[in-house]
């Protein structure tokens, strides 16, 4: 059933980002609890009705590492997604409460985000466009899904003229207008791990923290610079380290979602079956994700 603007209540406001704002709502209907993404746009209505259509292939998506989808409408001058709400929020708002990700989180977000990857290409020939922390979304089970995918080539085209689509997870091929393969994903993936890893950010604060007239040397930077990489004398294991370098490598020597999912660094994680995560590994990413739930509600880290 199509939902409606007036049938969806505002219980609180989640966070804004350069393309829009997004809210914890109530669906009155069915009393379920949303997350209500609001996208200002300046576009025609022939072009508003094609967003809406090309975004209703989210309603194909149907993947674990994939958020659900509940539907998209016009209202006013506006593009509303409403998506399923992930109760333990992004991975940025997480590492602000946390701090560096233990080896394990690492794992499990390296394979979350290469399996949604894999998902989206594979089975819709969608490459995701902007992989970065705020994009990834935990839930206390311990779920970890993609959101914000380039789905709507119109919704794409009509955001580029308002906002300024530079990132401090862009690979250098697409800051120098080369083609966007699902590469360009794995070298986000990479900074993120680095990130999540050492606590130190890659290449500076994300771009809309960044003062205009420094945008410039941070593009430059990204693409002459030698990537950043995690040593083992810092306590992380070789593997990591390798798997975090083959993710920052140029274009042609970095590797494929495929052959990630196959290193060394997730031997071990993924279960017998080739799909679901190990039991050992499946209690402590539990743990860990309840943990975050009772941090964010002002109790103390527990073990
Ligand atoms: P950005 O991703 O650039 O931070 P967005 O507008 O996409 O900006 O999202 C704003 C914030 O809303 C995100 O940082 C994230 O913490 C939160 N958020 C987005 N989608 C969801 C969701 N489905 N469930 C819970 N929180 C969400
Ligand atoms: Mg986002």
Redesign the pocket.
């Known amino acids: 059933l199509p939902i409606k603007a007036d049938e969806l209540v505002l219980l609180k406001k989640?966070?804004?980002?350069?393309?829009?704002?997004?809210s914890?709502v109530l669906h009155l209907p069915t009393q379920k609890s949303m997350?209500r993404?609001i996208i200002p746009i300046d576009a025609k209505e022939v072009i508003q009705s094609q967003i809406i259509r090309e975004l209703r292939i989210m309603h194909e998506c149907d993947s674990p590492y994939i958020?659900g989808f509940y539907g998209a409408f016009i209202h006013e001058s506006d593009v509303v997604i409403c998506?399923?709400?992930?109760d333990c929020?992004?991975l940025?708002?997480i590492f602000k409460l946390t701090g560096p990700f233990p080896e394990f989180m690492l794992k499990h977000t390296a394979h979350s985000v290469l399996s949604g990857l894999i998902y989206l290409y594979d089975n819709h020939r969608i490459i995701h466009r902007d992989v970065?922390p705020?994009?990834v979304?935990l839930d206390s089970k311990g779920n970890m899904k993609l959101?914000?995918f380039g789905v709507s080539r119109e919704l794409i085209n009509s955001m580029a003229d308002t906002f300024v689509g530079t990132s401090t997870y862009m690979s250098p091929e697409r800051i120098q207008g080369g083609v966007y393969s699902v590469k360009g994903d794995v070298w986000s993936l990479g900074v993120m791990l680095y990130e999540l890893a050492s606590g130190q950010y890659a290449y500076g604060r994300d771009a809309n923290q960044v003062a205009p007239d420094s945008i410039l040397d941070l593009l430059q930077r990204i693409v002459n610079e030698s990537p950043p990489a995690l040593n083992p004398k810092d306590g992380f294991s070789p593997e990591l380290c390798d798997f975090v370098s083959l993710c920052l490598k140029k274009e042609k020597q970095r590797w494929a979602p495929h052959d990630l999912i196959k290193h060394p660094f997730l031997q071990g994680f993924i279960g017998e079956d080739g799909f679901k995560v190990s039991s050992e590994y499946r209690g402590a990413i539990k743990k860990w994700a309840k943990n975050v739930r009772r941090v964010q509600k002002g109790k103390a880290m527990k073990g």
Not at 83 to 86: I, S
């Open positions: 989640l966070g804004a980002g350069q393309g829009g704002t997004v914890k997350a993404k958020i998506m399923e709400y992930v929020g992004s940025d708002y970065k705020s994009n979304l959101c914000d």
